[in-house]
């Protein structure tokens, strides 16, 4: 089991940057694929990024594609979202997610861990 604490969200304008990161606690960390995915009041859970337990594969949704980064620390249990060119639309609570499995990344209900989210607010 591994439980998730996300951290980095807060109240920014458009063009700018964030970096979010989820720290894992165990310590089989590695063993662990992990998502980003978040969700607008209103809207259905999206999905935003993921990467495998090695960070060898990683993929991002076509939203964010190109402004969005994911990558992880395996000796930090850490898994980082680099958010540039930040738009108002990117405005969501934003949750990481853990799963063993790697195939279905896009969809929610196949991850097992999540965190409580982080709420990335963009102004315009």
């Known amino acids: 089991q591994v439980q998730l604490v996300e951290s980095g969200g807060g109240l920014v304008q458009a063009g700018d940057s964030l970096r979010l990161s989820c720290t894992a606690s165990g310590r089989t960390f590695s063993t662990y694929h992990m998502g980003w995915f978040r969700q607008a009041p209103g809207n259905e859970r999206e999905f935003v990024a993921a990467?495998?337990?090695?960070?060898?594969?990683?993929y991002a949704a076509d939203s964010v594609q190109g402004r969005f980064t994911i990558s992880r620390d395996n000796a930090k249990n850490t898994v980082y979202l680099q958010m540039n060119s930040l738009k108002s639309d990117d405005t969501a609570l934003y949750y990481c997610?853990?799963?063993?499995?790697?195939?279905?990344?896009?969809?929610?209900?196949?991850?097992?861990?999540w965190g409580q989210g982080t709420q990335v607010t963009v102004s315009s």
């Open positions: 990467i495998s337990n090695s960070g060898g594969d990683t």
């Open positions: 997610a853990a799963r063993l499995g790697f195939t279905g990344v896009r969809i929610w209900q196949n991850y097992n861990y």
